[in-house]
Protein backbone atom coordinates (compact mmCIF):
# COMPACT_ATOMS: atom_id res chain seq x y z
CA UNK A 1 0.00 0.00 0.00
CA UNK A 2 1.13 3.34 -0.29
CA UNK A 3 0.01 6.80 0.51
CA UNK A 4 0.62 10.19 -1.19
CA UNK A 5 0.62 12.12 1.79
CA UNK A 6 -1.41 14.59 0.51
CA UNK A 7 -5.31 15.62 0.67
CA UNK A 8 -6.93 14.12 -1.94
CA UNK A 9 -7.90 15.68 -5.57
CA UNK A 10 -11.01 15.99 -6.42
CA UNK A 11 -11.20 13.53 -9.53
CA UNK A 12 -9.86 10.92 -7.39
CA UNK A 13 -12.47 11.29 -5.15
CA UNK A 14 -14.99 11.17 -7.63
CA UNK A 15 -12.96 7.97 -9.13
CA UNK A 16 -13.23 6.37 -5.23
CA UNK A 17 -17.08 7.61 -4.95
CA UNK A 18 -18.09 6.06 -8.32
CA UNK A 19 -16.51 2.67 -7.91
CA UNK A 20 -18.21 2.76 -4.61
CA UNK A 21 -21.43 3.18 -6.35
CA UNK A 22 -19.93 0.67 -8.89
CA UNK A 23 -19.53 -2.47 -6.07
CA UNK A 24 -23.00 -2.07 -4.52
CA UNK A 25 -24.34 -2.41 -8.09
CA UNK A 26 -22.30 -5.14 -8.61
CA UNK A 27 -23.29 -6.48 -5.37
CA UNK A 28 -27.28 -6.11 -5.81
CA UNK A 29 -26.56 -8.22 -9.34
CA UNK A 30 -25.24 -11.04 -7.50
CA UNK A 31 -27.86 -11.34 -4.52
CA UNK A 32 -30.34 -11.05 -7.52
CA UNK A 33 -28.57 -13.84 -9.39
CA UNK A 34 -27.67 -16.40 -6.11
CA UNK A 35 -31.36 -16.07 -4.46
CA UNK A 36 -33.82 -18.69 -4.45
CA UNK A 37 -36.93 -16.83 -3.77
CA UNK A 38 -38.94 -14.78 -6.45
CA UNK A 39 -38.84 -12.28 -3.16
CA UNK A 40 -35.11 -11.71 -3.91
CA UNK A 41 -34.73 -12.44 -7.94
CA UNK A 42 -37.83 -10.86 -8.88
CA UNK A 43 -39.58 -8.31 -6.53
CA UNK A 44 -36.28 -7.25 -5.68
CA UNK A 45 -37.09 -7.15 -2.03
CA UNK A 46 -33.35 -6.84 -0.85
CA UNK A 47 -30.89 -4.04 -0.51
CA UNK A 48 -27.00 -4.03 -0.52
CA UNK A 49 -24.33 -1.26 -0.08
CA UNK A 50 -21.21 -0.36 2.03
CA UNK A 51 -21.07 1.31 5.14
CA UNK A 52 -17.81 2.95 7.32
CA UNK A 53 -16.67 1.32 10.56
CA UNK A 54 -19.10 3.81 12.52
CA UNK A 55 -21.93 2.73 10.45
CA UNK A 56 -21.72 5.86 7.89
CA UNK A 57 -23.66 4.80 4.72
CA UNK A 58 -20.60 5.09 1.79
CA UNK A 59 -22.84 3.38 -1.28
CA UNK A 60 -25.84 1.59 -1.99
CA UNK A 61 -27.15 -0.24 -4.91
CA UNK A 62 -31.05 0.75 -5.96
CA UNK A 63 -33.35 -1.28 -3.97
CA UNK A 64 -35.76 -0.37 -1.44
CA UNK A 65 -35.42 2.82 -0.07
CA UNK A 66 -36.45 1.93 3.55
CA UNK A 67 -34.10 -0.82 4.08
CA UNK A 68 -31.67 1.69 2.38
CA UNK A 69 -31.99 4.56 4.54
CA UNK A 70 -31.75 2.20 8.04
CA UNK A 71 -28.16 0.08 6.72
CA UNK A 72 -26.06 2.10 8.96
CA UNK A 73 -28.21 0.94 12.24
CA UNK A 74 -27.97 -2.85 11.58
CA UNK A 75 -23.72 -2.09 12.29
CA UNK A 76 -24.10 0.26 14.94
CA UNK A 77 -26.48 -1.41 16.94
CA UNK A 78 -23.77 -4.41 16.49
CA UNK A 79 -20.90 -2.13 17.42
CA UNK A 80 -23.03 -1.27 20.82
CA UNK A 81 -23.94 -4.96 21.36
CA UNK A 82 -20.77 -6.24 20.95
CA UNK A 83 -18.02 -3.65 20.82
CA UNK A 84 -15.78 -2.95 17.79
CA UNK A 85 -13.18 -5.55 18.49
CA UNK A 86 -15.47 -8.46 18.68
CA UNK A 87 -15.32 -8.47 14.22
CA UNK A 88 -12.83 -10.60 12.39
CA UNK A 89 -11.73 -10.75 8.67
CA UNK A 90 -14.03 -13.87 7.20
CA UNK A 91 -16.94 -12.84 9.86
CA UNK A 92 -20.50 -12.55 8.86
CA UNK A 93 -23.36 -11.32 11.39
CA UNK A 94 -26.91 -11.72 10.75
CA UNK A 95 -29.59 -9.48 12.23
CA UNK A 96 -33.52 -9.09 12.19
CA UNK A 97 -34.95 -7.47 15.64
CA UNK A 98 -37.48 -5.50 14.43
CA UNK A 99 -37.20 -3.64 17.60
CA UNK A 100 -33.38 -2.81 17.19
CA UNK A 101 -33.05 -2.28 13.74
CA UNK A 102 -36.67 -1.70 12.27
CA UNK A 103 -38.98 -3.34 9.74
CA UNK A 104 -40.37 -6.47 10.41
CA UNK A 105 -38.68 -10.39 11.47
CA UNK A 106 -38.35 -11.34 7.90
CA UNK A 107 -36.39 -8.76 6.85
CA UNK A 108 -33.14 -10.27 7.37
CA UNK A 109 -29.22 -8.57 7.26
CA UNK A 110 -26.23 -10.27 6.89
CA UNK A 111 -23.11 -7.59 7.27
CA UNK A 112 -19.28 -8.32 7.12
CA UNK A 113 -16.27 -6.29 8.48
CA UNK A 114 -13.57 -5.67 5.55
CA UNK A 115 -10.26 -5.16 6.42
CA UNK A 116 -7.51 -3.31 4.63
CA UNK A 117 -4.45 -1.78 6.78
CA UNK A 118 -7.17 -2.07 9.68
CA UNK A 119 -11.03 -2.58 9.57
CA UNK A 120 -12.09 0.31 6.92
CA UNK A 121 -16.07 -0.45 6.97
CA UNK A 122 -18.46 -3.27 6.43
CA UNK A 123 -20.61 -4.95 3.49
CA UNK A 124 -24.35 -5.23 3.92
CA UNK A 125 -27.34 -7.21 2.55
CA UNK A 126 -30.95 -7.12 3.57
CA UNK A 127 -33.74 -9.01 2.04
CA UNK A 128 -36.83 -10.63 2.86
CA UNK A 129 -37.34 -13.67 3.75
CA UNK A 130 -40.60 -15.57 3.02
CA UNK A 131 -40.75 -17.32 5.98
CA UNK A 132 -39.21 -17.50 9.51
CA UNK A 133 -41.19 -19.42 11.25
CA UNK A 134 -43.64 -18.37 13.96
CA UNK A 135 -47.59 -19.01 14.56
CA UNK A 136 -48.51 -18.37 10.87
CA UNK A 137 -47.12 -19.27 6.87
CA UNK A 138 -44.87 -16.26 6.10
CA UNK A 139 -44.63 -14.81 10.04
CA UNK A 140 -46.86 -12.30 9.72
CA UNK A 141 -50.64 -11.86 10.56
CA UNK A 142 -53.07 -9.73 11.56
CA UNK A 143 -54.02 -11.51 14.42
CA UNK A 144 -50.79 -11.71 16.03
CA UNK A 145 -50.20 -9.38 18.99
CA UNK A 146 -46.67 -9.76 20.06
CA UNK A 147 -43.35 -10.59 18.57
CA UNK A 148 -42.52 -13.71 20.16
CA UNK A 149 -45.82 -15.16 18.06
CA UNK A 150 -43.66 -14.05 13.94
CA UNK A 151 -41.21 -16.01 14.59
CA UNK A 152 -37.46 -16.20 14.84
CA UNK A 153 -35.63 -13.32 16.25
CA UNK A 154 -32.23 -12.94 16.06
CA UNK A 155 -30.29 -10.03 17.23
CA UNK A 156 -26.39 -9.83 15.81
CA UNK A 157 -25.47 -13.58 16.10
CA UNK A 158 -22.03 -14.74 13.70
CA UNK A 159 -23.36 -16.26 11.13
CA UNK A 160 -19.61 -17.04 9.81
CA UNK A 161 -16.75 -17.34 11.43
CA UNK A 162 -13.74 -16.15 9.95
CA UNK A 163 -14.62 -17.99 6.88
CA UNK A 164 -16.29 -21.03 7.82
CA UNK A 165 -20.16 -20.93 8.71
CA UNK A 166 -21.40 -21.26 11.89
CA UNK A 167 -23.53 -24.24 11.72
CA UNK A 168 -25.53 -23.88 14.86
CA UNK A 169 -26.90 -20.62 13.64
CA UNK A 170 -27.51 -22.41 10.22
CA UNK A 171 -29.27 -25.61 11.95
CA UNK A 172 -31.40 -23.35 14.04
CA UNK A 173 -32.37 -21.32 11.45
CA UNK A 174 -33.29 -24.50 9.50
CA UNK A 175 -34.92 -26.11 12.33
CA UNK A 176 -37.40 -22.90 12.75
CA UNK A 177 -38.56 -21.94 9.07
CA UNK A 178 -41.14 -23.93 7.07
CA UNK A 179 -38.66 -23.00 4.19
CA UNK A 180 -35.15 -23.94 5.10
CA UNK A 181 -33.94 -24.62 1.26
CA UNK A 182 -35.17 -20.93 0.63
CA UNK A 183 -34.69 -19.28 3.87
CA UNK A 184 -30.61 -20.65 3.58
CA UNK A 185 -30.46 -20.03 0.17
CA UNK A 186 -31.20 -16.29 0.30
CA UNK A 187 -29.35 -15.69 3.10
CA UNK A 188 -26.44 -17.57 1.65
CA UNK A 189 -26.77 -15.14 -1.47
CA UNK A 190 -26.19 -12.02 0.86
CA UNK A 191 -23.37 -13.45 2.16
CA UNK A 192 -22.15 -13.77 -1.38
CA UNK A 193 -23.25 -10.05 -1.96
CA UNK A 194 -21.13 -9.02 1.21
CA UNK A 195 -18.11 -10.61 0.39
CA UNK A 196 -18.17 -9.31 -3.27
CA UNK A 197 -18.22 -5.77 -1.24
CA UNK A 198 -15.29 -6.99 1.05
CA UNK A 199 -13.03 -7.83 -2.32
CA UNK A 200 -14.06 -4.66 -4.03
CA UNK A 201 -13.27 -2.05 -1.11
CA UNK A 202 -9.94 -3.62 -0.21
CA UNK A 203 -8.55 -3.70 -4.31
CA UNK A 204 -10.12 0.25 -3.67
CA UNK A 205 -7.97 1.09 -0.61
CA UNK A 206 -5.17 -0.75 -1.78
CA UNK A 207 -4.68 1.03 -4.81
CA UNK A 208 -5.58 4.59 -3.29
CA UNK A 209 -3.77 3.97 0.06
CA UNK A 210 -5.95 4.09 3.13
CA UNK A 211 -5.55 8.34 3.79
CA UNK A 212 -6.47 9.15 0.55
CA UNK A 213 -9.69 6.81 0.70
CA UNK A 214 -10.69 7.91 3.93
CA UNK A 215 -10.40 11.85 2.78
CA UNK A 216 -12.29 10.67 -0.30
CA UNK A 217 -15.15 9.23 2.22
CA UNK A 218 -14.86 12.67 4.15
CA UNK A 219 -15.22 14.81 1.29
CA UNK A 220 -18.41 12.83 -0.48
CA UNK A 221 -20.20 12.86 2.69
CA UNK A 222 -19.66 16.74 2.93
CA UNK A 223 -20.68 16.92 -0.56
CA UNK A 224 -24.08 15.26 0.17
CA UNK A 225 -24.30 17.63 2.97
CA UNK A 226 -23.83 21.05 1.05
CA UNK A 227 -26.71 19.40 -1.70
CA UNK A 228 -29.11 19.05 0.87
CA UNK A 229 -28.45 22.21 2.69
CA UNK A 230 -28.79 23.82 -0.13
CA UNK A 231 -32.18 22.16 -1.43
CA UNK A 232 -33.63 22.84 2.76
CA UNK A 233 -33.00 26.01 2.20
CA UNK A 234 -35.33 26.39 -1.16
CA UNK A 235 -38.27 25.55 1.19
CA UNK A 236 -39.73 28.55 3.23
CA UNK A 237 -38.85 28.33 6.64
CA UNK A 238 -42.33 27.18 8.55
CA UNK A 239 -44.34 24.52 10.13
CA UNK A 240 -45.75 22.33 7.85
CA UNK A 241 -48.89 19.80 9.43
CA UNK A 242 -50.85 17.24 7.84
CA UNK A 243 -52.64 13.80 8.84
CA UNK A 244 -53.77 10.30 7.58
CA UNK A 245 -55.02 7.42 9.30
CA UNK A 246 -54.92 3.69 8.83
CA UNK A 247 -57.84 1.61 8.43
CA UNK A 248 -57.06 -0.03 11.69
CA UNK A 249 -54.83 -2.43 13.27
CA UNK A 250 -56.42 -5.77 12.69
CA UNK A 251 -57.24 -6.55 15.93
CA UNK A 252 -59.72 -3.50 17.16
CA UNK A 253 -61.22 -3.42 13.41
CA UNK A 254 -62.45 -0.51 12.35
CA UNK A 255 -60.77 2.09 15.05
CA UNK A 256 -58.40 4.37 13.12
CA UNK A 257 -54.86 5.13 13.77
CA UNK A 258 -53.92 8.35 13.48
CA UNK A 259 -50.58 9.81 11.38
CA UNK A 260 -50.18 13.31 12.34
CA UNK A 261 -46.65 14.84 11.01
CA UNK A 262 -45.27 18.21 11.96
CA UNK A 263 -42.16 19.29 10.06
CA UNK A 264 -40.27 22.53 11.41
CA UNK A 265 -38.40 24.33 8.50
CA UNK A 266 -35.54 26.18 9.67
CA UNK A 267 -33.00 27.73 7.27
CA UNK A 268 -30.73 24.61 6.06
CA UNK A 269 -32.35 22.50 8.28
CA UNK A 270 -35.54 20.15 8.83
CA UNK A 271 -37.12 18.44 11.46
CA UNK A 272 -40.06 15.70 11.21
CA UNK A 273 -41.97 15.27 14.42
CA UNK A 274 -43.55 12.12 14.79
CA UNK A 275 -45.09 12.46 18.75
CA UNK A 276 -48.54 12.67 17.62
CA UNK A 277 -48.35 9.48 16.13
CA UNK A 278 -50.69 6.93 18.07
CA UNK A 279 -49.42 4.78 20.26
CA UNK A 280 -47.75 0.97 19.95
CA UNK A 281 -51.00 -1.24 18.74
CA UNK A 282 -51.96 -4.78 19.39
CA UNK A 283 -52.16 -5.17 16.19
CA UNK A 284 -48.76 -6.07 13.79
CA UNK A 285 -48.54 -2.61 12.15
CA UNK A 286 -45.69 -1.52 14.37
CA UNK A 287 -41.71 -1.22 13.97
CA UNK A 288 -38.91 0.13 16.04
CA UNK A 289 -37.73 3.63 16.98
CA UNK A 290 -35.23 2.92 13.26
CA UNK A 291 -38.44 2.49 11.96
CA UNK A 292 -39.05 6.14 12.24
CA UNK A 293 -35.45 7.38 11.52
CA UNK A 294 -35.99 5.08 8.17
CA UNK A 295 -38.91 6.65 7.01
CA UNK A 296 -38.06 10.18 7.88
CA UNK A 297 -34.83 9.44 5.67
CA UNK A 298 -36.57 8.01 2.66
CA UNK A 299 -38.51 10.60 2.81
CA UNK A 300 -36.04 13.77 3.15
CA UNK A 301 -33.83 11.89 0.03
CA UNK A 302 -36.59 12.48 -2.14
CA UNK A 303 -38.03 16.21 -1.24
CA UNK A 304 -33.81 17.20 -1.46
CA UNK A 305 -31.07 15.11 -3.53
CA UNK A 306 -33.66 12.26 -5.42
CA UNK A 307 -31.35 11.90 -8.41
CA UNK A 308 -28.28 11.43 -5.91
CA UNK A 309 -26.15 8.11 -5.01
CA UNK A 310 -27.26 7.57 -1.38
CA UNK A 311 -24.66 8.52 1.34
CA UNK A 312 -24.48 9.76 4.78
CA UNK A 313 -23.98 13.22 4.18
CA UNK A 314 -27.45 13.64 2.63
CA UNK A 315 -28.84 12.88 6.29
CA UNK A 316 -27.13 15.52 8.03
CA UNK A 317 -29.83 18.83 8.12
CA UNK A 318 -32.09 16.16 9.27
CA UNK A 319 -33.67 15.84 12.62
CA UNK A 320 -36.35 13.34 13.56
CA UNK A 321 -38.14 13.75 16.96
CA UNK A 322 -40.15 10.96 18.18
CA UNK A 323 -41.79 9.47 21.71
CA UNK A 324 -40.85 5.84 22.90
CA UNK A 325 -43.76 3.32 22.33
CA UNK A 326 -45.48 4.61 18.98
CA UNK A 327 -46.10 2.84 16.08
CA UNK A 328 -42.91 3.72 14.69
CA UNK A 329 -40.91 3.48 17.64
CA UNK A 330 -42.19 0.51 19.10
CA UNK A 331 -40.84 -1.79 22.50
CA UNK A 332 -41.62 -5.26 23.70
CA UNK A 333 -43.49 -6.84 23.04
CA UNK A 334 -44.93 -5.26 20.13
CA UNK A 335 -45.84 -7.30 16.56
CA UNK A 336 -44.39 -5.68 14.07
CA UNK A 337 -45.45 -8.21 10.72
CA UNK A 338 -47.26 -5.83 8.87
CA UNK A 339 -45.20 -2.66 9.12
CA UNK A 340 -45.50 -1.57 5.83
CA UNK A 341 -48.85 -0.21 6.53
CA UNK A 342 -47.81 2.16 8.57
CA UNK A 343 -44.36 3.13 6.77
CA UNK A 344 -45.81 3.94 3.09
CA UNK A 345 -48.29 5.69 4.11
CA UNK A 346 -46.08 7.91 6.65
CA UNK A 347 -44.26 8.77 3.44
CA UNK A 348 -47.18 9.87 1.65
CA UNK A 349 -48.01 12.32 4.73
CA UNK A 350 -44.85 13.76 4.75
CA UNK A 351 -45.34 15.09 1.45
CA UNK A 352 -48.66 16.20 2.10
CA UNK A 353 -47.56 18.39 4.95
CA UNK A 354 -45.03 20.07 2.49
CA UNK A 355 -47.39 20.55 -0.62
CA UNK A 356 -47.86 23.87 0.62
CA UNK A 357 -44.43 25.00 0.44
CA UNK A 358 -43.39 23.14 -2.51
CA UNK A 359 -46.61 22.83 -4.56
CA UNK A 360 -44.55 22.61 -8.07
CA UNK A 361 -43.19 19.20 -6.51
CA UNK A 362 -45.20 17.29 -4.30
CA UNK A 363 -47.93 14.91 -6.05
CA UNK A 364 -51.25 13.70 -4.93
CA UNK A 365 -51.65 10.78 -2.25
CA UNK A 366 -50.69 7.51 -3.93
CA UNK A 367 -52.48 4.36 -3.25
CA UNK A 368 -50.31 3.79 -0.11
CA UNK A 369 -50.78 -0.18 0.60
CA UNK A 370 -50.12 -3.03 -1.08
CA UNK A 371 -53.13 -5.17 -0.75
CA UNK A 372 -51.21 -8.81 -0.10
CA UNK A 373 -52.14 -11.86 -0.20
CA UNK A 374 -50.22 -14.71 1.17
CA UNK A 375 -50.59 -18.65 0.09
CA UNK A 376 -49.29 -21.59 1.75
CA UNK A 377 -50.06 -25.03 1.32
CA UNK A 378 -48.46 -28.11 -0.98
CA UNK A 379 -48.17 -27.80 -4.73
CA UNK A 380 -48.91 -30.47 -7.53
CA UNK A 381 -45.22 -32.15 -6.51
CA UNK A 382 -46.07 -32.10 -2.94
CA UNK A 383 -43.51 -29.83 -2.25
CA UNK A 384 -44.38 -27.13 1.17
CA UNK A 385 -44.87 -23.48 -0.40
CA UNK A 386 -45.58 -20.28 1.23
CA UNK A 387 -46.00 -17.42 -1.94
CA UNK A 388 -47.16 -13.79 -0.85
CA UNK A 389 -49.06 -12.05 -4.04
CA UNK A 390 -48.40 -8.11 -3.51
CA UNK A 391 -50.87 -5.82 -5.83
CA UNK A 392 -49.14 -2.54 -6.92
CA UNK A 393 -51.45 0.43 -7.30
CA UNK A 394 -51.24 4.04 -8.84
CA UNK A 395 -49.65 7.16 -7.49
CA UNK A 396 -50.93 10.37 -7.21
CA UNK A 397 -50.79 13.06 -10.36
CA UNK A 398 -47.92 15.37 -10.34
CA UNK A 399 -47.80 19.59 -10.99
CA UNK A 400 -46.82 18.57 -14.47
CA UNK A 401 -47.68 15.07 -15.30
CA UNK A 402 -50.03 12.10 -14.18
CA UNK A 403 -49.14 9.89 -12.00
CA UNK A 404 -47.25 6.42 -12.68
CA UNK A 405 -49.76 3.82 -12.84
CA UNK A 406 -49.55 -0.05 -11.09
CA UNK A 407 -46.47 0.67 -9.03
CA UNK A 408 -45.65 -0.48 -5.97
CA UNK A 409 -45.92 1.99 -2.76
CA UNK A 410 -42.89 5.18 -2.27
CA UNK A 411 -41.13 3.03 0.62
CA UNK A 412 -40.77 0.03 -1.56
CA UNK A 413 -39.22 1.93 -4.76
CA UNK A 414 -38.65 0.48 -7.97
CA UNK A 415 -40.03 -3.34 -6.94
CA UNK A 416 -41.69 -5.38 -10.17
CA UNK A 417 -43.82 -7.47 -10.01
CA UNK A 418 -43.77 -11.21 -10.35
CA UNK A 419 -44.56 -12.46 -14.19
CA UNK A 420 -47.12 -14.35 -13.89
CA UNK A 421 -45.23 -17.42 -15.72
CA UNK A 422 -43.06 -17.63 -12.80
CA UNK A 423 -46.14 -17.38 -9.96
CA UNK A 424 -48.06 -20.17 -12.06
CA UNK A 425 -44.79 -22.56 -12.41
CA UNK A 426 -43.91 -22.19 -8.81
CA UNK A 427 -47.10 -22.27 -7.09
CA UNK A 428 -50.66 -24.13 -7.56
CA UNK A 429 -52.77 -20.71 -9.26
CA UNK A 430 -54.25 -20.11 -12.29
CA UNK A 431 -53.89 -16.17 -12.81
CA UNK A 432 -57.21 -15.14 -15.06
CA UNK A 433 -56.66 -11.59 -15.40
CA UNK A 434 -53.88 -8.87 -15.05
CA UNK A 435 -55.04 -5.47 -16.02
CA UNK A 436 -55.09 -1.36 -15.10
CA UNK A 437 -58.17 -0.66 -12.94
CA UNK A 438 -60.29 1.31 -15.56
CA UNK A 439 -61.79 4.67 -13.66
CA UNK A 440 -59.58 3.70 -10.66
CA UNK A 441 -57.33 7.03 -10.85
CA UNK A 442 -58.44 10.40 -9.12
CA UNK A 443 -59.29 13.03 -11.91
CA UNK A 444 -57.05 15.85 -12.54
CA UNK A 445 -55.41 18.38 -14.31
CA UNK A 446 -52.99 15.71 -14.23
CA UNK A 447 -54.84 12.40 -13.80
CA UNK A 448 -53.19 10.47 -10.79
CA UNK A 449 -51.93 6.58 -12.07
CA UNK A 450 -54.56 3.53 -11.95
CA UNK A 451 -54.58 0.63 -10.17
CA UNK A 452 -54.24 -2.83 -10.66
CA UNK A 453 -56.10 -5.90 -10.52
CA UNK A 454 -55.44 -9.55 -10.48
CA UNK A 455 -58.19 -12.50 -10.65
CA UNK A 456 -56.69 -15.99 -9.84
CA UNK A 457 -58.13 -19.37 -8.83
CA UNK A 458 -56.20 -21.57 -6.21
CA UNK A 459 -55.68 -25.48 -8.42
CA UNK A 460 -54.55 -26.93 -4.41
CA UNK A 461 -57.66 -27.11 -2.13
CA UNK A 462 -55.26 -28.23 0.47
CA UNK A 463 -53.69 -24.60 0.14
CA UNK A 464 -54.53 -21.68 2.69
CA UNK A 465 -54.72 -18.18 1.87
CA UNK A 466 -54.54 -14.84 4.10
CA UNK A 467 -55.56 -11.44 2.60
CA UNK A 468 -54.68 -8.26 4.08
CA UNK A 469 -55.41 -4.66 3.13
CA UNK A 470 -55.60 -1.22 4.35
CA UNK A 471 -56.03 2.32 3.45
CA UNK A 472 -59.91 1.03 2.07
CA UNK A 473 -61.09 4.14 4.19
CA UNK A 474 -58.36 6.94 3.87
CA UNK A 475 -58.60 7.38 0.03
CA UNK A 476 -55.48 8.41 -1.86
CA UNK A 477 -56.03 12.55 -1.71
CA UNK A 478 -56.41 15.28 -4.62
CA UNK A 479 -53.74 18.32 -4.11
CA UNK A 480 -55.18 21.61 -5.98
CA UNK A 481 -58.68 20.30 -6.85
CA UNK A 482 -57.83 16.85 -7.64
CA UNK A 483 -60.25 14.33 -6.63
CA UNK A 484 -59.53 11.09 -4.46
CA UNK A 485 -58.31 7.94 -6.29
CA UNK A 486 -60.59 4.47 -5.63
CA UNK A 487 -58.84 2.61 -2.57
CA UNK A 488 -57.39 -0.81 -2.10
CA UNK A 489 -59.31 -3.46 -1.74
CA UNK A 490 -60.04 -7.51 -2.20
CA UNK A 491 -63.15 -10.18 -3.32
CA UNK A 492 -63.29 -13.66 -3.36
CA UNK A 493 -65.86 -15.57 -5.08
CA UNK A 494 -66.41 -18.66 -3.41
CA UNK A 495 -67.91 -20.94 -6.12
CA UNK A 496 -68.42 -19.60 -9.74
CA UNK A 497 -71.90 -18.07 -10.20
CA UNK A 498 -71.99 -16.54 -6.44
CA UNK A 499 -71.68 -12.90 -5.34
CA UNK A 500 -67.96 -11.50 -4.70
CA UNK A 501 -67.45 -10.99 -1.29
CA UNK A 502 -65.11 -7.91 -0.11
CA UNK A 503 -62.80 -9.09 2.57
CA UNK A 504 -60.09 -6.93 3.75
CA UNK A 505 -58.38 -8.21 6.83
CA UNK A 506 -58.78 -11.97 7.52
CA UNK A 507 -56.62 -15.41 8.29
CA UNK A 508 -56.74 -19.12 7.57
CA UNK A 509 -58.97 -18.94 4.68
CA UNK A 510 -59.66 -22.26 2.95
CA UNK A 511 -61.14 -22.04 -0.50
CA UNK A 512 -61.79 -24.77 -2.78
CA UNK A 513 -60.51 -25.09 -6.40
CA UNK A 514 -63.33 -23.73 -8.36
CA UNK A 515 -62.69 -19.93 -5.67
CA UNK A 516 -61.50 -17.20 -7.13
CA UNK A 517 -59.73 -14.22 -5.46
CA UNK A 518 -59.21 -11.05 -7.00
CA UNK A 519 -57.12 -8.19 -5.21
CA UNK A 520 -57.49 -3.85 -6.29
CA UNK A 521 -54.03 -1.88 -6.19
CA UNK A 522 -55.85 1.56 -5.37
CA UNK A 523 -55.37 4.53 -7.97
CA UNK A 524 -53.69 7.65 -7.06
CA UNK A 525 -55.57 10.94 -6.55
CA UNK A 526 -55.94 13.79 -8.87
CA UNK A 527 -53.44 17.10 -9.19
CA UNK A 528 -55.29 20.19 -10.28
CA UNK A 529 -59.19 20.85 -10.96
CA UNK A 530 -60.09 17.90 -13.41
CA UNK A 531 -62.13 20.74 -15.32
CA UNK A 532 -58.70 22.17 -16.57
CA UNK A 533 -57.76 18.69 -18.04
CA UNK A 534 -57.45 19.59 -21.92
CA UNK A 535 -60.71 17.12 -23.45
CA UNK A 536 -58.17 15.70 -25.90
CA UNK A 537 -56.05 13.82 -23.25
CA UNK A 538 -59.70 12.98 -21.44
CA UNK A 539 -60.43 11.20 -25.07
CA UNK A 540 -57.34 9.23 -25.04
CA UNK A 541 -58.04 8.27 -21.82
CA UNK A 542 -61.02 6.87 -22.69
CA UNK A 543 -59.60 5.38 -26.07
CA UNK A 544 -56.82 3.90 -23.93
CA UNK A 545 -59.41 2.24 -21.48
CA UNK A 546 -57.75 4.37 -18.21
CA UNK A 547 -61.52 5.78 -18.15
CA UNK A 548 -65.13 5.01 -19.03
CA UNK A 549 -67.33 7.39 -20.53
CA UNK A 550 -69.65 8.05 -17.63
CA UNK A 551 -66.15 9.56 -15.86
CA UNK A 552 -65.39 11.43 -18.61
CA UNK A 553 -68.28 13.01 -18.29
CA UNK A 554 -68.47 13.50 -15.07
CA UNK A 555 -65.34 14.11 -13.65
CA UNK A 556 -64.01 15.89 -16.33
CA UNK A 557 -66.74 17.57 -18.05
CA UNK A 558 -66.04 16.53 -21.48
CA UNK A 559 -69.00 14.95 -23.91
CA UNK A 560 -67.71 13.09 -26.48
CA UNK A 561 -69.59 12.94 -30.25
CA UNK A 562 -70.74 9.67 -32.03
CA UNK A 563 -66.81 9.89 -33.81
CA UNK A 564 -65.48 9.91 -30.49
CA UNK A 565 -63.86 12.88 -30.63
CA UNK A 566 -64.22 15.38 -27.72
CA UNK A 567 -67.69 17.73 -28.65
CA UNK A 568 -66.15 20.96 -27.62
CA UNK A 569 -69.16 23.26 -27.54
CA UNK A 570 -70.83 21.26 -25.90
CA UNK A 571 -67.69 20.52 -23.31
CA UNK A 572 -67.44 23.51 -22.41
CA UNK A 573 -71.03 24.61 -21.30
CA UNK A 574 -71.19 21.39 -19.74
CA UNK A 575 -67.95 22.65 -17.68
CA UNK A 576 -69.24 26.07 -17.21
CA UNK A 577 -72.43 24.74 -15.53
CA UNK A 578 -70.26 22.34 -13.53
CA UNK A 579 -68.08 25.41 -12.06
CA UNK A 580 -71.53 27.54 -11.68
CA UNK A 581 -72.90 25.38 -9.34
CA UNK A 582 -69.72 24.72 -7.26
CA UNK A 583 -69.48 28.55 -7.04
CA UNK A 584 -72.93 28.49 -5.86
CA UNK A 585 -72.67 25.49 -3.28
CA UNK A 586 -69.74 27.20 -2.15
CA UNK A 587 -71.70 30.67 -0.74
CA UNK A 588 -74.13 28.45 1.02
Not at 96 to 113: Q, W
Not at 190 to 210: F, K, N, P, S
Not at 393 to 412: K, L, M, Q
Not at 492 to 519: F, N, Y
Request: negative net charge.
Amino acid sequence: MTTTGRRVDAVTTAVIRHSLVATADEMMSNVKRAAYSPSIHQIQDVCVGLVDPTGNILACAPGLPMFLADMGDVVRDGIDLLGIDAFEPGDVYISNDPLSIGTHINNVATYSPIFSDGLIGFAVARGHMVDMGGAVPGSRSTRLTEIYQEGLRIRQLRFYARGNPEVGIHRLIADNTRMPEEVLGDLRAQVAACRTGERRLDALVQRYGRAQFEEASAAMFDHGERLARAAVRQIADGTYRAEAFLDDDGITLGEHVALPVVIEVSGDEMTIDFSGFADQTRGSINTGLTGAISIARNAFKCLTTPHEPVNEGHFRPLHVVVRPGTIVSATLPAACGWWARTTSTTLDVILKALSPALPDAIPAGHFGDIPMCLIQGRDLNDRRFVFFEPVPGGHGGRPHEDGVSATVCFHEGDTPDVPVEVQESTIPILVEESALDIDSAGAGLHRGGLGYRRTFRLLSASASMQINVDRHECLPWGLNGGLAGRPNRAFIQAEPGADWELVLKRDDMRLSSDARVRLFGGGGGGWGDPLDRDPSRVVDDLRDGYISGEAARRDYGVVVDASGSAALAETERTRADTRARRHEEGDQ
